[in-house]
């Protein structure tokens, strides 16, 4: 059981880090898009949604190979746990 928490545990930290990047560069987008918007008085809705959207996949783009390593990577380790975990 022991082992199944430390491994539902390292999958929760390994997605708060790998949704950080684009979630973190889509934040400040709109931030910087809404001071913009508050400077101009343009309060066009969709504004800000062109922006963050090329930033996300952009930033994903970039990332990808990072992403897709520390996803292999987790999944050879729970693989390599899986014993010790099926013999508790």
Do not use: C
């Not at 898009?33 to 952009?58: D, N, Y």
């Amino acid at each position: 059981m022991h082992q199944l928490t430390y491994v539902i545990q390292q999958a929760l930290v390994m997605v708060l880090v790998i949704s950080g990047p684009p979630i973190l560069l889509a934040l400040i987008i709109g931030f910087i898009i809404s001071v913009f918007q508050a400077a101009t008085q343009i309060q066009e809705q969709t504004l800000t949604f062109a922006p963050k959207l090329v930033v996300i996949f952009g930033v994903l783009g970039l990332a990808g190979p990072w992403i897709g390593a520390t996803l292999l990577r987790f999944t050879f380790n729970i693989y390599d746990r899986f014993p010790a975990m099926i013999g508790q």
